[in-house]
């Protein structure tokens, strides 16, 4: 199994508002269909440690995210989300070796 994933680790106090700009983003990128594009994303919330948060964002290959990296709307949609953020993110660039999916 070929993959990527890309783990964006962040703190915020307007978790509502980088909710919004990924779903802005998400929509504006599928309606545009053009390109180099996630093939999945989550959003999750650290229970034990209140406003950490980790998008994980799944492409099908290296060479894919790094393209996606480098367009111009994927550029504005990061640093306006780090404007959201309380401190800079931590990026996880990781190969992905498996995926199991459970029924």
């Known amino acids: 199994m070929a993959g990527f994933v890309q783990i964006i680790e962040y703190r915020t106090s ?3 508002e980088v909710a919004a700009l990924m779903e802005e983003f998400r929509a504006k990128r599928e309606a545009d269909a053009d390109g180099p594009a996630p093939v999945r994303g989550l959003t999750c919330a650290d229970r034990d440690d209140q406003g ?3 998008a994980i964002i799944e492409f099908n290959s290296y ?3 790094m ?4 367009r111009p709307d994927t550029t504005e949609m990061s640093q306006r989300m780090m404007e959201l953020c309380d401190g800079p993110g931590t990026f996880y660039n990781l190969d992905l ?7």
Do not use: G
Request: charged content about 40%; glycine content about 0%; hydrophobic content about 25%.
């Open 14 to 16: 307007k978790p509502d």
């Open 52 to 54: 950490r948060y980790f």
């Open 63 to 65: 060479e894919e995210a």
């Open 67 to 70: 393209a996606n990296s480098q």
């Open 97 to 103: 070796l498996d995926r199991m999916d459970y029924s």
